[in-house]
């Protein structure tokens, strides 16, 4: 809305180029990374702490209720994360906290992960960097993980 340039035509795209920002209309979820205060800054401290891995002991994505409700799913459920990068598995964490945006009249999804899971420590579970990505800053190249488009899919059994 304020510039007709969608992208910085200087920013560092990577060895795979733009082809894994991931197009609106096949992953139509804004997501975000964020920390929970539960977990002490990163994953590497976090995973290997009994009391912090005790706290939040899986990997989990809040999604608000109208798109919960819309997708069928339940809060514990496992789901389905999918960006153009790759996908995962976590637990629903279905919240009032996350929010639809209305963006050039559309209606828009929001979901939050954190980034503190991996595949060694207490306790594990899917990486959320495996869904951004590799979008480097114009100036410096330092990775913009922290938003980026996806899906959301119930897992079926």
């Known amino acids: 809305m304020l510039n007709k340039r969608q992208n910085n035509p200087a920013a560092f795209l990577g060895k795979e180029g733009s082809k894994l920002k991931g197009d609106a209309s096949k992953y139509p979820i804004i997501c975000s990374t964020w920390r929970v205060c539960e977990h002490f800054h990163t994953g590497a401290y976090s995973r290997n702490m009994p009391w912090l891995a005790e706290l939040v002991?899986?990997?989990?994505?809040?999604?608000?209720?109208?798109?919960?409700?819309?997708?069928?799913?339940?809060?514990?459920?496992?789901?389905?994360v999918v960006s153009a990068r790759g996908k995962v598995k976590v637990i629903a964490m279905v919240t009032p906290r996350a929010h639809v945006f209305n963006v050039h009249g559309k209606d828009v999804h929001q979901i939050g992960m954190t980034w503190h899971f991996g595949y060694q420590g207490l306790v594990t579970g899917d990486i959320a960097n495996n869904l951004t990505p590799h979008v480097g800053d114009a100036?410096?190249?330092?990775?913009?993980?922290?938003?980026?488009?996806?899906?959301?899919?119930?897992?079926?059994?």
């Open 139 to 157: 100036n410096t190249s330092i990775p913009e993980y922290k938003a980026f488009l996806v899906d959301v899919r119930k897992v079926t059994i």
């Open 57 to 80: 002991p899986a990997s989990f994505v809040e999604i608000g209720e109208e798109l919960a409700a819309e997708k069928g799913i339940k809060n514990g459920e496992m789901v389905e």
